[in-house]
């Protein structure tokens, strides 16, 4: 078994991180085996990576983490340039700000799924949930405002796959309402055809 052969992929089901990093793995046919695991995750997760998170990518010698660190590697791990496409340096900032929204969005929903309420005086002068919220929608203009065929060079991109894990995951947990923005739209759409997106798809919430 060479090195390749026995990297391995933590993830949850519905977690759309791990949904972008699984679909990359079948999109770029790479040796990499997908290991899911129970949520709640176990206080000994804590273990294998600091954030106590998935998705983790392990390798002979190397435990790989957060998304965007994995998706680098499995980049790296392509034989050959292959759609969807990625440049590191220079789709650094798009793919990071779609991750940094997913993060947001997520921990907006876990708040309304751990049942939290205020419990004293609001000294922050926002709600945390609605501020991620609006974060998730300015992101959204700004996408559609730069957003030809792609959000990227006119080609398909790591950022587009990003992009409609994420929103795909706040649309079906929040209900979150985007499609007007009608570039967005369209990337989504042609996605969803994939059959990587039918074959990794995202199963319906379960507590
Ligand atoms: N910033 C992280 C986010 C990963 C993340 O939010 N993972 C969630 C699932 S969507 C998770 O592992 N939740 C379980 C937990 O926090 O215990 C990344 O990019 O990988």
Same mark, same amino acid.
């Given at each position: 078994?060479? !090195? ?32 899911? +695991? ?15 998170? %998935? ?18 590697? +499995? ?29 947001? $969005? ?16 609001? %000294? ?9 919220? $609006? ?18 060079? /006119?080609?398909?991109?790591?950022? /587009? ?21 009608? #570039? ?5 759409? #042609?996605?969803? !055809? ?7 798809? +995202? ?5």
């Amino acid at each position: 078994m060479d !090195e390749l052969d026995s990297a391995k992929l933590f993830y949850i089901e519905g977690s759309p991180f791990a949904r972008l990093c699984r679909i990359l793995i079948e999109e770029w046919h790479l040796p990499v085996k997908s290991i899911p +695991l129970d949520h709640p995750l176990p206080d000994d997760y804590f273990e294998i990576t600091p954030t106590g998170q %998935v998705p983790v990518l392990k390798t002979v010698g190397e435990t790989i983490f957060p998304t965007s660190q994995i998706v680098e590697q +499995l980049w790296a791990m392509t034989e050959e340039a292959t759609e969807p496409y990625l440049d590191p340096l220079a789709d650094r900032q798009i793919l990071a700000v779609i991750l940094e929204v997913g993060n947001f $969005l997520v921990a907006a929903q876990q708040q309304v799924w751990a049942g939290l309420e205020p419990v004293g005086e609001n %000294v922050l002068g926002y709600n945390p949930r609605d501020r991620h919220i $609006l974060r998730g929608q300015k992101t959204l203009d700004w996408l559609e405002a730069q957003a030809g065929d792609w959000l990227i060079r /006119d080609e398909p991109n790591v950022c /587009d796959y990003a992009f409609a894990c994420i929103v795909l995951w706040a649309e079906s947990r929040m209900g979150a309402q985007w499609r007007d923005r009608k #570039k967005l739209a369209s990337i989504v759409d #042609k996605l969803q !055809e994939r059959p990587s997106f039918k074959k990794i798809a +995202l199963a319906p919430y379960s507590a």
